[in-house]
């Protein structure tokens, strides 16, 4: 990322492709990426098809009839075991997908007016938020932790540190990534469905960033105010109550754990503006 001669900051993707965890992937959840895939893509540890296809969890209404499947191991598939490796994958260009934008490859990049820091939580914090300025952003970055998937090195449902959401990717000193940050400015069930259905927490994203006056206050950030999420069409039954709400007790015990995570592995490097936001939420989280 970097900003251009008027001062708009704008990004590139260095990336060439895709390249994602197949189980629960479909045409239910994910349609481009399907379609993205089914051509010139290499595809580890998925299940194999008796016609010469491929296969994972998340994929049995697709599935023709009459078609036998060998698992990951190479073994006949019965039902009783993963079809695919939890973690396996799909790598395909990214010129494939039928929704890139048409210039996805100009050096000039991008226009940027959001970004955003995703994970998995099942319970205790709004299923979107926004930052009260740029330094309590970095701050809400550094601090993100997720439920562990089958891409990390952790075994079952843990809930872990993963600062923006890219923790085995740090390639230098935490605090000084979090220096580089804040210098671009002075029932075992989610709650949520995801997958396609983000596309309306974008939504209210593009209508924040127009100025709409859609959001309220609460110790963590702004969240949408009530009915400005567009759920029409949605089968689902969402608690939306649940879904916004910032419980007090597990707030108090999250930024616990956020100051020991920072005590632990960032130390002396810790940037003082990110001190000041941890200091600034725990006041915040006192005073509900």
């Not at 994910?30 to 194999?48: D, E, H, I, Y």
């Amino acid at each position: 990322m970097k900003f251009d001669k008027n001062g708009q900051l704008r990004a590139i993707n260095p990336e060439n492709g895709f390249f994602g965890v197949a189980p629960g992937t479909s045409n239910k959840t994910n349609p481009n990426a399907m379609k993205t895939v089914f051509r010139n893509t290499v595809f580890t540890n998925v299940a194999a098809t008796s016609d010469g296809g491929v296969f994972w969890e998340g994929m049995e209404d697709e599935l023709e009839q009459g078609v036998s499947i060998t698992d990951w191991q190479g073994r006949p598939w019965t039902g009783k075991t993963p079809a695919a490796h939890p973690n396996s994958r799909f790598c395909s260009p990214a010129s494939q997908c039928p929704i890139i934008d048409p210039a996805w490859e100009d050096p000039e990049g991008v226009p940027i007016d959001a970004i955003l820091f995703g994970g998995r939580r099942p319970e205790g914090v709004p299923l979107v938020y926004e930052a009260f300025n740029w330094s309590h952003g970095v701050f809400i970055g550094a601090a993100m932790r997720s439920e562990a998937t089958a891409a990390a090195e952790y075994k079952g449902k843990v809930v872990m540190h993963d600062p923006f959401a890219m923790r085995p990717f740090f390639g230098y000193n935490f605090g000084q990534y979090l220096q580089h940050w804040l210098s671009m400015d002075s029932q075992g069930k989610f709650l949520w469905p995801g997958f396609g259905e983000n596309s309306r927490v974008l939504d209210w994203i593009f209508r924040r960033i127009e100025s709409e006056p859609i959001a309220e206050t609460t110790p963590l950030g702004y969240v949408p105010v009530q009915n400005s999420l567009r759920l029409d069409g949605l089968n689902e039954n969402i608690n939306l109550t649940e879904l916004f709400s910032v419980p007090k007790d597990f707030w108090l015990k999250e930024t616990e754990d956020i100051e020991r995570y920072f005590t632990e592995q960032v130390g002396e490097d810790i940037p003082e503006a990110i001190t000041r936001e941890l200091h600034s939420l725990r006041q915040r989280i006192n005073n509900m």
